[in-house]
């Protein structure tokens, strides 16, 4: 069952719940539902197509209220990294990393490598990419 306009309304207004409240539990099921189905929709469109633009709007407009969800920014990220937009998705990357807990940061680290290893990244940005792992690793942090 496709997600309404009225159900988007829903996810972005302000209720004023706490994060472990049932509330907000619903509303990070509804913003990842309506996510897949946004996703599912742009499969196979050129980057370059409005819709996948729009798509990663949505993204940054779930993050707004999702920023501290791991799994959403996993998400975006890979969306962002199979677009090939390698400056967008090292600041999102980075955005990432300041907007979770240190201890979730593991589960971004081994994505971040591979997509500043892929052949379009420059190699002084892989570098890069594993230094600040180190200084975060052993608590140098910038």
């Given at each position: 069952m496709p997600i309404?306009?009225?159900?988007?309304?829903?996810?972005?207004?302000?209720?004023?719940?706490?994060?472990?409240?049932?509330?907000?539990?619903?509303?990070?099921?509804?913003?990842?539902?309506?996510?897949?189905?946004?996703?599912?929709?742009?499969?196979?469109?050129?980057?370059?197509?409005?819709?996948?633009?729009?798509?990663?709007?949505t993204y940054e407009?779930?993050?707004?209220?999702?920023?501290?969800?791991?799994?959403?920014?996993?998400?975006?990220?890979?969306?962002?990294?199979?677009?090939?937009?390698?400056?967008?998705?090292?600041?999102?990357?980075?955005?990432?990393l300041r907007a979770?807990?240190?201890?979730?940061?593991?589960?971004?680290?081994?994505?971040?490598?591979?997509?500043?290893?892929?052949?379009?990244?420059?190699?002084?940005?892989?570098?890069?990419?594993?230094?600040?792992?180190?200084?975060?690793?052993?608590?140098?942090?910038?």
């Amino acid at each position: 069952m496709p997600i309404s306009c009225v159900t988007v309304a829903l996810l972005e207004t302000p209720h004023g719940a706490g994060p472990d409240s049932a509330r907000q539990t619903f509303r990070a099921q509804l913003w990842k539902a309506y996510l897949a189905e946004r996703r599912e929709a742009v499969r196979g469109l050129p980057v370059t197509h409005r819709e996948v633009a729009a798509l990663n709007n949505t993204y940054e407009r779930a993050l707004v209220t999702m920023h501290k969800m791991p799994r959403v920014w996993q998400d975006y990220l890979e969306f962002l990294v199979g677009q090939r937009v390698v400056t967008r998705a090292r600041r999102t990357f980075d955005n990432a990393l300041r907007a979770l807990p240190i201890t979730q940061h593991d589960r971004l680290w081994p994505q971040y490598l591979v997509s500043a290893s892929l052949q379009s990244c420059h190699p002084e940005l892989l570098l890069s990419c594993q230094c600040s792992k180190c200084r975060v690793q052993h608590g140098i942090l910038p």
